[in-house]
């Protein structure tokens, strides 16, 4: 989403970093650049404006001309204002109160109430382990109600048994006693929405609030709205009162203004941000975090809770000791390509890597392909189980029927088969190499290790990561290790060959031409 604002940052950053000294006027027309850059992205005016004075006057005063590198100050300083308009500290969903704690969910028709109120009730079950309880109040909205019952059976919740011809009013009450009565700690009710704003809606929300006296209320607004998300933002917060803000299609290719503009103007914290159409697509929103990464300084942190969330412990100690006795065949191939996949693939964790950004051209060229995860997984999944666990009885024949079977080219075959022997050669050097396993793959037998997360963000600021590894300078032989890989005390076992060690050819990342 913020691709194109954090573009036109660092294009701004690179020419001042550039310089020894900086005169009034490089910052003065920097700004202007930045201005520029903010209003294009859609954030509200007068957040901008309230943006660059709070920068120029740090800016302009002591702290650049006695700072040993203006330039970098300069970006600090924008840094600091940028995690400061975004809220300086991310908040989550607020249980603090007797149950059964009621979420209200409020916004505009088409903004994605009903799949977010699924998505934070399957987390808060999930991960929170509450139980929880969703209903729904849009009674206007033709088989709204079946959707949330339909969402709630695919994730495993429950939801208040629908009875044709109840106003929201009667619902919200009888989803209150429900809960009271069937021990739930949390109630998600998923109330109407309207193509705009309008006085009936208002006022159906106040008699929704004074029935259920819901604790958190959250507006859940589309990130692709631009400016008028300030107004819909305020226009509720008048009305309804709301306690925070929900935002989605955060993995859409708008500008991002509205994230940028919504908590500057209400005072409401945004606590949530939807990254895609999954029920697990939900992340907490961290304002430092999100501020990393359009300035392009990567978000190390995040990559390390993704990782610690999809990688499966238990598989990695197994894995981890099949290694050591230098096994790795096939079935250990796909369970690390499906790791890989649930990380975002390649593309996804580049995006979190500090200084990446800036190496958008190279990426581009060493055709990172994230479909290509699929296509391997499917190869390995047309073969036999004899076949995966040993490789060697793949003769022509035998590649002929897997091409067909996964739907590619016998080349193709081949490729992953030569992926694998370079992967299990490997395997097999560092099994011999006393704790050199446990150092290239992080820790593996146990995981994830504990990795400090304000450790981790003090490494990534001072140019370093974790492991006493320099940024990566350009990127080494069509990708093949990222100069030094992913930290090494992140523990990623599903990733051989971001472990540090230069492997030619990693999943989907051929040096040559894709078919």
Same mark, same amino acid.
């Given at each position: 989403?913020?691709? $194109? ?29 930045? &201005? ?8 509200? !005016? ?11 006057? &740090? =800016? ?48 505009? @028709? ?15 079950? @999930? ?18 109600? #079946? ?12 939801? !208040?048994?629908?009875? #044709? ?41 106040? #008699? ?52 940028? $503009? ?19 697509? /939900? ?25 610690? #969330?999809?990688?499966?412990a238990e598989q990695a100690a197994k894995m981890a000791k099949k290694m050591q006795k230098g096994h790795f065949d096939l079935e250990d191939l796909a369970e690390q390509l499906k790791q890989m996949e649930k990380l975002g693939g390649m593309s996804g964790m580049m995006g979190m890597l500090p200084g990446i950004?800036?190496?958008? +051209?190279?990426?581009?060229? =060493? ?21 995966? $666990?040993?490789?060697?009885? /793949? ?26 022997? @370079? ?15 446990? +150092?290239?793959?992080?820790? !593996? ?25 320099? !940024?990566?300078?350009? /990127? ?40």
């Amino acid at each position: 989403m913020f691709e $194109s604002l954090s573009d036109r940052l660092s294009g701004i950053f690179d020419k001042l970093t550039g310089r020894g000294a900086l005169s009034e006027n490089d910052v003065n027309e920097a700004l202007r650049e930045i &201005r520029r850059a903010l209003i294009e992205a859609d954030v509200a !005016l007068p957040i901008v404006r309230s943006f660059t004075d709070k920068v120029r006057n &740090r =800016a302009v005063g002591a702290e650049v001309v006695k700072s040993i590198t203006p330039g970098q100050m300069v970006v600090k300083i924008v840094h600091d204002q940028l995690v400061e308009m975004l809220g300086t500290e991310g908040q989550p969903i607020d249980l603090n109160a007797p149950a059964p704690v009621a979420i209200m969910m409020v916004g505009l @028709q088409g903004s994605g109430k009903t799949t977010t109120t699924a998505k934070i009730a399957r987390r808060l079950t @999930q991960r929170d382990k509450r139980k929880v309880l969703m209903a729904s109040l849009d009674t206007r909205r033709p088989a709204a109600q #079946e959707q949330l019952k339909i969402l709630g059976e695919q994730n495993d919740i429950d939801t !208040l048994p629908i009875i #044709e011809g109840q106003g929201p009013v009667e619902i919200a009450k009888r989803a209150m006693s429900a809960a009271k009565l069937g021990g739930y700690d949390v109630v998600m009710l998923d109330t109407a929405g309207r193509i705009h704003i309008d006085e009936p809606l208002m006022v159906e929300m106040a #008699e929704v609030k004074a029935a259920s006296q819901p604790h958190e209320i959250l507006l859940v607004a589309d990130s692709l709205t631009g400016q008028d998300a300030v107004n819909l933002a305020q226009s509720f917060d008048e009305r309804v009162g709301i306690t925070g803000i929900a935002l989605t299609r955060m993995d859409g290719d708008g500008r991002g203004g509205a994230a940028l $503009s919504m908590q500057a103007v209400t005072g409401k914290p945004v606590k949530l941000i939807g990254t895609g159409e999954k029920s697990d697509a /939900l992340e907490d929103f961290h304002p430092k975090r999100i501020a990393d990464r359009i300035l392009g300084m990567g978000d190390i942190v995040s990559l390390v809770e993704k990782a610690a #969330e999809a990688i499966d412990a238990e598989q990695a100690a197994k894995m981890a000791k099949k290694m050591q006795k230098g096994h790795f065949d096939l079935e250990d191939l796909a369970e690390q390509l499906k790791q890989m996949e649930k990380l975002g693939g390649m593309s996804g964790m580049m995006g979190m890597l500090p200084g990446i950004g800036k190496m958008k +051209k190279q990426i581009d060229a =060493a055709n990172i392909d994230d479909k290509m995860f699929k296509r391997q997984i499917a190869i390995i999944q047309s073969m036999t189980p004899a076949e995966r $666990s040993k490789p060697d009885l /793949l003769k022509a024949s035998r590649k002929k029927r897997i091409a067909a079977g996964s739907g590619v080219q016998v080349a193709e075959v081949n490729k992953l088969l030569k992926m694998h022997r @370079q992967m299990a050669d490997m395997m097999k050097k560092m099994g011999k190499g006393k704790g050199m396993l446990g +150092k290239l793959m992080g820790g !593996l037998g146990g995981g994830m290790p504990d990795v400090d997360p304000k450790q981790l963000e003090e490494m990534a600021k001072s140019g370093q990561l974790p492991g006493g590894m320099e !940024l990566p300078k350009g /990127l080494p032989g069509g990708l093949g290790g990222l100069g030094g890989g992913l930290p090494s005390g992140m523990g990623m076992p599903g990733l051989p060959g971001l472990g540090g060690s230069k492997i030619p050819g990693l999943p989907g990342m051929g040096k040559g031409k894709k078919k």
